[in-house]
């Protein structure tokens, strides 16, 4: 299922041209990502009966690899609608695809591939059923 957030552009994330500067288009995704996985994790972990820190049922995730599609601009004072869902499961990755709209018209999409980890030893590792049960719903 798809996660949704609004992020409003603030004047010094834009470049000269009076657009989203091209890095911060990477930064919208990772808060998107961020705020999603820490709520539905949160959820699902309460629902379990569990700690809601992520380390304490041994997840975590680095990303591996990211790439940007751009539409066109996005500018100052624009409210970017932002969409993310879980493409691919693999067994130790998964990929996100995020697309980004303003009012309705689309500026840019992203695919991240993920890499879980164990959170000690900061190597591949097993997605929890509990992560994708959480992420997929």
């Known amino acids: 299922m798809a996660y949704h ?3 409003r552009v603030r004047y010094g994330e834009c470049d000269m041209q009076r657009v989203v500067f091209n ?5 919208y995704c990772d808060d998107v ?10 959820e699902e972990l309460r629902a379990a009966g569990t700690s809601t820190d992520l ?3 041994g997840f975590d995730f680095m990303l591996k690899k990211t790439e940007l599609t751009w539409t066109s601009p996005v500018r ?6 932002a969409t993310a869902e879980v493409a691919r499961w693999g067994n130790t990755s998964f990929d996100v695809a995020i697309v ?3 009012a309705g018209e689309t ?5 991240i591939t993920y890499v879980s980890i164990d959170p000690i030893s900061q190597r591949p590792a097993p ?11």
């Open 5 to 7: 957030q609004s992020i």
């Open 23 to 27: 890095a911060n288009y990477f930064v």
């Open 33 to 42: 990502v961020d705020s999603w996985t820490r709520i539905a994790l949160a």
């Open 55 to 57: 380390h304490a049922i």
């Open 76 to 81: 100052f004072g624009d409210t970017i609608d």
């Open 100 to 102: 980004g709209s303003v």
């Open 107 to 111: 500026k840019f999409g992203a695919l």
């Open 127 to 137: 997605i929890p059923e509990l992560v994708k049960n959480a992420l997929s719903r």
